[in-house]
């Protein structure tokens, strides 16, 4: 059974940084593709980064520049590095995990981002 936890939230100003990390229980972990999606209060569930088995990666435009998904398969780790935050960028982080050959999905349990001053 695949497990996924999410941390590195916090409380940041404008303009900071943080890491966001998502470590996975389980087999095969470079099977799956993984993302990072938010949630902000009054806003949709929102894709905001994705990485695939094969290391492409894509962005929502609201973060492109600012940040990078990466992923180590040796540690069975996915991570996020935010730059610039902004306010708009506060919500709840979750990541997800899917089995490419089954589409099969599995979630973190979500690490609260804030950004303000």
């Known amino acids: 059974q695949v497990q996924l936890v999410e941390s590195g939230g916090g409380l940041v100003q404008p303009g900071g940084s943080l890491r966001l990390s998502c470590v996975f229980s389980?087999?095969?972990?470079?099977?799956?593709?993984m993302s990072w999606y938010r949630q902000a209060p009054g806003k949709e569930h929102e894709l905001v980064a994705s990485i695939t088995r094969f290391g492409v990666t894509d962005y929502a435009d609201s973060v492109k520049g600012r940040f990078r998904i990466s992923r180590d398969n040796a540690k069975k780790t996915a991570s996020l590095q935010m730059n610039a935050l902004k306010p708009d960028d506060t919500g709840v982080y979750y990541c997800k995990a899917r089995r490419d050959t089954t589409q099969s999905d599995y979630w973190g349990q979500g690490t609260q981002v804030t950004v303000s001053s």
């Open positions: 389980g087999s095969s972990f470079s099977s799956y593709s």
